[in-house]
C-alpha cells in the first residue's frame, strides 16, 4: 500500500489565526511591560490628604460619623485600607429645584439633613500620567466614589479634593 503525502498550503484561516494570537501578544506586553501607570518603586509615594463629601444625610447620623475620627478608613466594596480619618466637619444641606412652569432653578434648605465632609490623610503611590493616586490598590482621584466603612458609619461618598502634603 502506498501513502501518499498531501502538501499544506497556508490560507486566508491560518492567516486569521496567527494575526490574532499576534495582537493578543501584542497587547498583553503593552499591559504588563509598556504600560506600567503605577511604579513598584517608592519614587512616587507621596502623603495626601483629601475629602470625602457625603450630601443629604440625616442630621441624627452626626454624631455617629463625628465618633470617627482617628479611625480607620476602609472601602467597603473591597476592603481596601484607605487611610485614617483626621477631621470630620457638616454643612446645612441644601435642596435645588427647577420649576418646569417659570423655568428658574431656585435653592431651599432641606430641613433635618446635612453634607457630612470627612478629611482623611494617607501615603499612596502618584501616577505622574494622569494625576491619580493608588491608594493600598484603590485607584483615588477628585469625582471617584468611595464606599466609605468605618466602625460607626457606612456609607458611599465622592472625593472632592486632593491635596498632597509636604513635610
Known sequence: MQQTNKKRRFNIIDLLITAIILVVIAFLAYIFVFNNTFSSGDSNTVKIQYV????????????PASKNVGKQLIDASSKYQLGTIQEFYTEPAVLSTFSAETGEATTSDYPEHSNFYFVVETEAQKNPKNNRYLVDGFELAVGSIVYTRMPYYTSSSYCIQ????NE
Not at 470625602?52 to 454624631?63: G, Q
Open 162 to 165: 486632593i491635596n498632597e502634603i
Open 52 to 63: 470625602l463629601e457625603v450630601r443629604e444625610e440625616y442630621d441624627m447620623l452626626i454624631d
